[in-house]
C-alpha cells in the first residue's frame, strides 16, 4: 500500500486544519489506519486510529478536538483538527496496519503542520 498524506500548513492557534491521505490501492479497506505525529526533539507519537468498521481511538492528547474517518470507496482517511494549540505542531503521518503482521508497515511522506500562537 502506497499512502500519500496532504493539507499540511501554517495556522494559528485556535484554528484548524483537515489533512487527507490517499492509499494507492484497492485492499485499503482491510487495513486500520492511524495517523501518527513527531514534533522536534521528540518521539513519534500514534495519536487517531480507525478500524475497518468505523471505530476509532484517540490520544488523550488530541480527544474532542481531532477527528479521524475513512472513506473506503475513495481509499482516504481524513484527520480533521480543531482549536489547534501551538504543542500540535509536528509532522504528522498517515499509516496502515498489516492485518498479517498487525504492525504499521506502511507509511505516508508526512505532512508538516505549524501553530503559531
Known amino acids: 500500500v502506497q499512502l500519500q498524506a496532504s493539507g499540511g500548513g501554517l495556522v494559528q492557534g485556535g484554528g484548524s486544519l483537515r489533512l487527507s491521505c490517499a492509499a494507492s490501492?484497492?485492499?485499503?479497506?482491510?487495513?486500520?489506519m492511524g495517523w501518527f505525529r513527531q514534533a522536534p526533539g521528540k518521539q513519534r507519537e500514534l495519536i487517531a486510529t480507525i478500524n475497518t468498521f468505523g471505530g476509532t481511538t484517540y490520544a488523550d492528547s488530541v480527544r474532542g478536538r481531532f477527528t479521524i474517518s475513512r472513506d473506503n470507496a475513495k481509499n482516504t482517511v481524513s484527520l480533521q483538527m480543531n482549536s489547534l494549540k501551538s504543542e500540535d505542531t509536528a509532522v504528522y503521518y498517515c499509516?496502515?496496519?498489516?492485518?498479517?503482521?498487525?504492525?504499521?508497515?506502511?507509511w505516508g511522506q508526512g505532512t508538516q503542520v505549524t501553530v503559531s500562537s
Open positions: 490501492e484497492g485492499t485499503f479497506s482491510v487495513h486500520v
Open positions: 499509516a496502515a496496519r498489516s492485518p498479517v503482521t498487525y504492525r504499521y508497515d506502511y
